[in-house]
């Protein structure tokens, strides 16, 4: 059975169903009606139309080479140069969840290079967050822009190698490798040598050391040496997210001060969200940075019951409080007020009449089966938090709210990476913004939402004879 995708017939309407091609499903999507983001006039979308997506939006159709190069023009190889210069005044930040300065990691992995006679280029199309979808919406709709970026910024560090890491089996792999392929035929690139693979399913497969690790022929886990000092074939290795790499392609061409028409100061530009739960209209949202929970979800239709609270970032992330909390900007600097950044671009609305402890239960249980097997903190730390948890929502044990707590002292910022953090970031939360829910599932043993099915998705575990390649 396919998804369906959806069709705009203009900047307000509501979308119109329509079946989805054979070649593979697309993704709701939606578009921003307005302008940079401003906390005083915070609907003033029309300034700043969508950037990645505009081409999507307008066609409805993935676009091709041909499409691509009328839409955005020659691939700037001149821009290679100062690119990174260029990307550094954008004041660009990655995607993919940290939001780490690109134009820094770009000259750390200049300099490496250059010292260690060359560098490798990985982009990180393999979203295995079960909550996002927009890594794939751009990979499927428009794979050029991402290519362009990969290949301007393989130029920038001194790379001839760039390898696509995808989603294992949502048919991105035979869509990449025609991408590749057209633009082999069309002579359109800069002599970069253009791959794509499948990355192992694992939830921690797609962090950078492992997504090194997996291209360089070694098991897709992560590792204790950053990917830009010893990466693919011994190089230091850039690992940047899908949705950077078409920023990148589009401030080569247009430059930084056309992009930071949108956003804010300290982060400019636009990025995407996913935007999912009790949503009318759930998908992904092309926005300003900036913008807050409030903003997305009027232009997603509105909610469609009320929120209890919101999951922001993706299952790594934290729960927060609907509310006033839904009024705040969105941005990296966010977490000096809402105690946690944007991550991966995930927001998810939890219905009024939803279990929150029952939901982190599952979707902590699903983290802690994804351990690579390689530290105590992940290892043993983390199923112990999901079964403390458990007891807490299930069976009226005071004791494990006390449990938890010190589990989470000990596990947190002691792992090999940074999943037992993520793990432990959603824990606390959930303990916070459902403490009214603990007390009643300790003093009663459960609430009406316990009853309900389950609302996050939760993908089955790779079995372990999969392996890790």
């Known amino acids: 059975m396919t998804e369906p995708r959806y069709r705009y017939r203009g900047l307000t309407q509501a979308p119109t169903a329509v079946d989805a091609p054979p070649t593979g499903a697309g993704y709701p999507v939606a578009q921003p009606t ?77 300099a490496n290079g250059a010292k260690a006679g060359g560098a490798y280029v990985i982009v990180n199309g393999a979203e295995s967050e079960p909550a996002a979808a927009k890594d794939k919406l751009l990979l499927r709709v428009v794979p ?118 949108a956003g804010t100061a300290a982060s400019p530009g636009t990025w995407l969200v996913t935007l999912s739960g009790a949503v009318r209209r759930p998908g992904v949202y092309e926005v300003p940075v900036g913008v807050s929970a409030a903003d997305v979800l009027k232009l997603a239709g509105g909610a469609s019951e009320p929120w209890q609270a919101m999951l922001l970032g993706g299952y790594g992330g934290a729960w927060l409080p609907a509310g006033e909390t839904m009024a705040q900007p969105l941005t990296p600097e966010s977490r000096d007020v809402l105690g946690c950044v944007p991550g991966a671009g995930v927001l998810f609305g939890l219905a009024a009449g939803a279990c929150g402890l029952a939901e982190t239960v599952r979707v902590a249980g699903w983290l802690a089966a994804q351990n690579a097997r390689q530290c105590g903190p992940c290892f043993n730390g983390t199923p112990a938090i999901v079964d403390d948890l458990a ?11 006390d449990r938890a707590r010190f589990r989470m002292a000990m596990v947190n910022r002691r792992g090999a990476c940074a999943h037992p953090d993520g793990v432990v970031q959603l824990v606390n939360t959930a303990l916070h913004v459902f403490a009214a829910d603990v007390a009643e599932h300790l003093a009663r043993g459960g609430c009406p939402g316990l009853s309900q099915r389950p609302l996050l998705p939760i993908p089955a575990v790779p079995s372990p004879d999969q392996g890790w390649r």
């Open 144 to 261: 050029h822009l991402v290519l362009d970026g990969a290949e301007l910024a393989a130029l920038a560090v001194g790379a001839r190698e760039v390898t696509v890491c995808v989603h294992r089996g949502v048919g991105l792999l035979p869509v990449l490798r025609a991408a590749v392929a057209e633009r082999a035929a069309g002579g359109w690139g800069a002599g970069v040598k253009l791959s794509v693979v499948e990355s192992p399913n694992w939830y921690i497969s797609s962090e950078s050391t492992a997504l090194a690790n997996f291209v360089n022929g070694g098991p897709g886990k992560p590792r204790s040496v950053s990917a830009y000092r010893d990466g693919v074939k011994g190089k230091p290795t850039l690992v940047s997210n899908t949705e950077t790499y078409a920023h990148l392609a589009l401030i080569a061409r247009h430059g930084a001060d056309w992009f930071r028409q």
């Open 34 to 110: 307005g302008a940079e983001h401003s906390v005083a006039a915070p609907s003033r979308y029309a300034e700043v139309p969508p950037r990645l997506l505009a081409g999507w939006l307008r066609t409805n159709a993935p676009a091709g080479l041909a499409e691509h190069a009328r839409d955005h023009g020659p691939l700037p190889i001149g821009a290679a140069p100062w690119l990174v210069e260029a990307i550094t005044q954008a004041g660009l930040r990655g995607r993919g969840g940290a939001w780490f300065p690109t134009g820094r990691k770009l000259a750390t992995v200049a």
């Open 391 to 401: 007891r807490l929502t299930w069976g009226r044990d005071r004791q494990a709210w």
